[in-house]
Nanobody, 123 residues
Framework: QVQLVESGGGLVQAGGSLRLSCAAS????????VGWFRQAPGKEREFVAV????????YVVDSVKGRFTISRDNAKNTVYLQMNSLKPEDTAVYYC????????????????WGQGTQVTVSS
């Protein structure tokens, strides 16, 4: 397993941007598929985006498509979630997760999780 630490959250006005980072420990980070999830108050954790181990394949859910981009820099052991055109409904705690399997989109498929970073979008 890897240790994950998210950063970059904060308070932003609607229409603004944030870039979340997920920094990982360990020298084999490039062997992990990494996903982003979010959980709003009173709601279940939901999948947002995923990137494959070497970054050649990405996927984001329809609700953020065209606004969020996932990328990774394996030399820095970091995965990013660039969030543009933020909406109040994007308010949530954002978590990154990692797993050695080649692809994953469900929370139960990820073995390592960060502690989360709060994103608040004001209207």
């Amino acid at each position: 397993q890897v240790q994950l630490v998210e950063s970059g959250g904060g308070l932003v006005q609607a229409g603004g941007s944030l870039r979340l980072s997920c920094a990982a420990s360990g020298r084999t980070f490039s062997s992990y598929t990494v996903g982003w999830f979010r959980q709003a108050p009173g709601k279940e954790r939901e999948f947002v985006a995923v990137i494959s181990r070497v970054g050649g394949r990405t996927y984001v859910v329809d609700s953020v498509k065209g606004r969020f981009t996932i990328s990774r820099d394996n030399a820095k052991n970091t995965v990013y979630l660039q969030m543009n055109s933020l909406k109040p409904e994007d308010t949530a705690v954002y978590y990154c997760a990692a797993d050695p399997r080649p692809w994953a989109t469900m929370a139960g498929e990820f073995g390592s999780w960060g502690q989360g970073t709060q994103v608040t979008v004001s209207s």
